[in-house]
């Protein structure tokens, strides 16, 4: 067992898979002799060469493009997008080829390849560089789209991604990216894709979270047992896409009472399909209604103001204390 | 501190530069003209068994091509769109792959299709609107029709960067028209695959329009196979009518990516000879005289006089290939339209495992298609139900 | 008034607005001589000029970004994608810039542009050519997204649109575009950007659709009258950024039975957010699930397919006479 | 009818072709070498006061650049990209461009920003993580920084058709780096740039780096001047370390566009001498040696020795700029660390009108920011209260 940041524990993930499989390729800009720009991948272009880690070009669209050609070849790339307000370059190739090609050709090709890339906002970053765009992603079918929220399940659910046979966007919460170290067992794990897990069990009310936010939703649970005597259940999604439908019905049908958090923006948000997958299958267990923390339908400030905009422990709290009040 | 006045400006004469020669050139090649004089010198000495067998593909590619029209007219197939007139090209590109070489196409390459073993009825699939035609045959090397331009040259590229890291000795020839070249994904394609000097022919097909927009109005440049010099390498225009300079040019092209010569450049000019789709009226952008003009390039007459003059094909041979070919589109017919679609096919494919929504969702249609919707509600009046 | 199909009606707005005002231009790939695959600019090379009415090479990246430039240069650029498939190589363009200028410039410039584009399924097309990207757009903080659902409202909504000084993506259900005609005034008109309107009146339950969808909606509600005596109220949405959340509680408070309709699929589609903006506002007024009949989580099917996949009346009949029965 | 063998290849010698000539080429220019060789005969004549006033401003901004590097390091700004050794190209572009004309930046074009009047602390904003810093000043027309990689290069290409559109005589120069020639947008808008021939300078900044990725492993292509050629335009190659050879080739380049002679693709060669940016540690892929080799070639000294030379610099006037700058630097700082930030004006610029929902969020974070969390429940124990 090792303490490892998530940087790390994603690291270890992709040497151990490349060194398992020698055709798991990682490709993308400055992901070689770098290292890349957040040492994900530091160290893999020594152990595995320049054949196998590859500094590309800089366009995005190339990098997704060619891996669709590299799967058609039966390799299972791993393509690293520097920051996910740089991976639309290469939407309309993950739009109109990465998720189709299976449908399309009835089986006879498909894309095992993971589209890793940083995510979210509060490193202060510049603009273009804080997005969380999971929902467009989410809303296409044939992609699963998966986020971690802490070192361990980044490195299982990262193997999980390159071993699944369909193409997995990969968002990693770059606020969580060396903001703490969690014990990561030696022998590599995996978590299945489109499960979620309760991180915290309560019976008051459910906040369903994932990624960056998920901290900020497990320390409103504190504040709110401690100060409030409200006993939060915390859900953590891991996947938004499939999404667990089945652990937040468990869940509102115990509680009754739901707040859903995340830092992408409202409108058409992976928070609006989670209600309405409530209301489809739990709406007689709701007594209140739902609310939404997140982002809003704004471009996130540049840093100065990012933290209006970020959804914190507070505005989780305020929600989940009004909720229980309706 | 901030004052503005023009800058002074030697106007006219130029400031003397130095010229930096560059190693990469653009050529042309022709080998049959259109009025059939033969450039011995160029000539592809090919075995006459080959040269029948791509006679005999190109009339089917002809013929099936023809047929779907008609099948369009008559409410049989979709929207339709015809390669008559450029089959040339990606025939005598498919002539110098290796059956495990691949093949990655635009929408306009019936005749390499045929020549790579696609049976017909999947072209009648895929304009007739069914995955079954986009779903490459086992043992195969191609990917299917796919209409987003430019963006099956990253694709390509890609295939031709796994032949180089598998060591296979394989190649990637792609396709891709003047519209093409307009895209970005085209030029990212040529600047990666020259940066990993990877074993790609790629092909543009000029057929001089792109729907409405002629070639003159889709680039600036003079040719398009000059595009090549942005990336370092040669670039080759063809006549791309004449399947012998495709043949010839696209030879060498193989034989230098298969021995890791790196990609090529290779335009192939041609011209589409009847409307873009089905959808399009072309006599809104083009005259007459300009189709007239290129009906004498037609690359079928001048490969059946060439075969003719070297006596390898006579009226004979060409009733008996006419026969066979259209039984075999008959046959093709029969197959396409006797097939049932399952619409609960669309669940089916889209992961390797069906995700509990994807199921819920197959169950949700599966009980609408199968179940008669309610009874009429025995309720007095509208409006008093709830 | 002339009685007009949609391409005559979004025709005739274009040449309304070109006449009224030098700056609109319109650009894309055979919109001029050719006057637009589907004819919706058909006469306006002619009338405006190659200067005005722009074929430009076939990069759809370009087209969206030159208009940003042109935009920065005082004109009011209306870009055609020549079908919703077709988008997405522009989509960094409008993700990163088009929807950003006024706020990253605080309003020293801004992007006056309309995107127009053919939406949608039902014309026996091939892949690529059927898609209802709408939710993809709406998400996207800072553009409006406007879809018409006849002749007449569609002149008048893309006349707002390109007056509108915000980008606007314009989606032109084309199952509509020839289907049927209507009257349409001689002077031009306005509809407002983000307010639906009643379609038809009810009093059982409420159907909210918009584009394509909403006839299936309209003949559902004649179905459900004569054949169920269920009075149901149709929405017509008409943009679906920003959402008339105004409209959708008032008909819902009277109903308390909801489905929505919509071709685009389901997961993270604007019917999530219609759900989630019942439940945060009139949940107490609900008194049955709220049914989506939408396209689903696939690929939608190449053409003799199609019709399993988008939503008809028979579904909606379904799914109200469902709804109400809980 | 599937026989699969290799066609015959002549191997090795090739099909003979004919060379097409191409009316376009690539060439270089260099006035004032590094090691302070003047060019005389292509030494552009500026006036004293200008050549003064460019000195002044690319000291400036080197003293800036270096003091945001400071400011980094004392967490008073974020995370910060130096433009250190690269101050000749932008600043001989701007200088040959009149006020009214439109310019374009990637991010590395701090003292043309200054030369065309940004305020200083419009750098600090910027890079300290707020939109005051992208809000160009009215009455200036350039865009700001903005680092979606070659998007830019479209919105220059669309601004400068705009020019065109307008006729009023403006023209709009762009600046790419070297990976930013890679992206499908750079080659779209070159495309479109020649095909409408509009007055567009795209200026290629060949800081021999993108990132950690060296130029030689970005392009194939010898140059990256001769991308123009796929064009069918000129392309040149010039110092960018000598702001002299820059201007040159900057004003005829912009004589061109202005009087309708279409686009010019310059790539200018320089260096970047620190960091990325202050994330990035250079180290890791590129030798002290080869940044001391190009500190040699610093465009800063080569000028001032140029210019005192000239005699029109002497240390009295060196340190009395340095004085005036200090002193603007540090009014610059003091503003930009005295400012309020809004965080409501997140809300305000979306669109001309606030759209109801977004008022309705904006109330709700109002609510939330100057209401007082509600007071701890009276409730006994958690998990006793629904
Ligand atoms: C990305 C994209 N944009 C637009 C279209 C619509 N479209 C289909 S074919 C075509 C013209 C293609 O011209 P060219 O590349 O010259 O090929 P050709 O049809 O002449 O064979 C266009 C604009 C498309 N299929 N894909
Ligand atoms: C579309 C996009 N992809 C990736 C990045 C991340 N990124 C920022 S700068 C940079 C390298 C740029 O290199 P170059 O164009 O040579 O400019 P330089 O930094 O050398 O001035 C990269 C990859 C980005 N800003 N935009
Ligand atoms: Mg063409
Ligand atoms: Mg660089």
């Known amino acids: 067992m090792a303490q490892l940041t998530m940087v790390q524990a994603l690291n270890l993930a992709l040497a151990e898979l490349m060194r398992d499989d020698p055709d798991v390729l990682v490709l993308g800009e400055d992901v070689g002799v770098d290292g890349g720009v957040f040492r994900v991948t530091d160290g893999l272009y020594q152990e595995f060469g320049d054949q196998r880690v590859i500094d590309t070009p800089l366009a995005e669209a190339a990098i997704v493009g060619a891996a669709i050609g590299l799967c058609v070849r039966g390799f299972r790339p791993v393509c690293e997008m520097q920051f996910d307000g740089f991976s639309f370059p290469a939407f309309h190739h993950i739009e109109g080829h990465v998720r189709r090609l299976r449908n399309r050709t009835r089986g006879r090709f498909t894309c095992p390849m993971v589209v890793r890339m940083p995510y979210g906002g509060g490193i202060r970053a510049i603009e273009h560089h804080s997005e969380a765009p999971e929902a467009t992603y989410a809303h296409l079918a044939g992609l699963k789209v998966v986020i971690p929220s802490g070192p361990r399940n980044a490195r299982a659910l990262l193997r999980t991604a390159v071993l699944d046979p369909d193409p997995v966007i990969f968002f990693e919460p770059k606020a969580s990216y060396r903001a703490f170290r969690e014990e990561v067992p030696d022998d590599p794990e995996t978590l299945p894709i489109g499960k979620g897990v309760v991180a915290r069990a309560g019976r008051d009310a459910t906040i369903i979270s994932y990624g960056a936010t998920l901290r900020a939703a497990l320390e409103a649970a504190e504040e709110l047992y401690d100060e409030y005597h409200i006993d939060a259940e915390v859900l953590d999604l891991l996947s938004v896409a499939p999404l667990d439908a089945e652990l937040i019905h468990e869940s509102v049908r115990k509680t009754g009472r739901v707040v859903v958090a995340h830092e992408a923006p409202r409108h058409c948000g992976v928070g609006a399909e989670i209600v309405a997958r409530i209301v489809e299958e739990s709406l007689l267990f709701l007594e209140a209604p739902v609310a939404r923390v997140t982002g809003f339908d704004t471009i996130i400030p540049f840093f100065v103001n990012e933290k209006a905009y970020l959804p914190d422990a507070a505005r989780i709290v305020r929600a989940t204390v009004e909720t229980l009040a309706f | ?386």
């Open chain 2, 1 to 386: 501190m901030r004052v503005w006045a023009d800058p002074p400006q030697k106007k006219g004469n130029r400031v003397p530069r130095e010229n930096i020669p560059l190693p990469c050139r653009v050529e042309s090649l022709s080998v049959l003209s259109a009025d059939g004089v033969l450039d011995k010198d160029l000539e592809p000495k090919l075995p006459e068994a080959d040269l029948k067998r791509l006679y005999r593909t190109m009339l089917a590619s002809r013929m099936l091509d023809q047929r779907c029209l008609m099948l369009q007219r008559q409410g049989r197939l979709g929207t339709y769109g015809p390669c008559r007139g450029q089959e040339a090209t990606p025939l005598g590109v498919a002539y110098c792959l290796r059956e495990e070489d691949w093949f990655v196409p635009t929408y306009r390459e019936l005749p390499a299709y045929l020549w790579r073993g696609w049976p017909m009825e999947k072209h009648l699939y895929w304009w007739g609107g069914s995955e079954l035609g986009s779903a490459t045959p086992d043992g195969i090397n191609d990917l299917p029709l796919c209409v987003p331009i430019g963006t099956q040259c990253q694709h390509a590229m890609g295939i031709a960067w796994g032949c180089k890291l598998r060591g296979d000795n394989t190649i990637c020839a792609c396709f891709v028209g003047d519209g093409g070249t307009s895209q970005g994904d085209f030029h990212e394609a040529m600047n990666f695959a020259t940066v990993y000097h990877v074993p790609l022919v790629m092909v543009i097909q000029n057929n001089h329009w792109a729907i409405s927009l002629p070639r003159h109005k889709q680039s600036a440049s003079q040719t398009l196979a000059q595009k090549a010099l942005a990336y370092g390498i040669d670039g080759i225009q063809v006549d791309g009518n004449d399947i012998l300079a495709v043949i010839a040019a696209t030879s060498e092209a193989v034989e230098k990516a298969r021995t890791g010569g790196g990609p090529t450049v290779i335009e192939a000019i041609t011209y589409r000879l009847m409307m873009h789709t089905t959808a399009d009226d072309p006599k809104k952008y083009r005259t007459a005289e300009e189709v007239a003009e290129w009906e004498k390039r037609d690359p079928l007459p001048r490969f059946a006089g060439y075969l003719r003059q070297k006596g390898i094909l006579d009226d004979d041979t060409e009733a008996a290939f006419k026969d066979e070919i259209n039984a075999e589109i008959e046959h093709a017919v029969e197959i396409y339209e006797n097939t049932q679609h399952d619409p609960f096919d669309m669940f089916r494919y889209m992961y390797a495992e069906m995700t509990p929504e994807l199921q819920r969702q197959m169950a949700e249609l599966k009980r609408h298609l199968e179940t008669p919707l309610p009874a009429p509600s025995p309720r007095e009046q509208a409006g008093d139900v709830v």
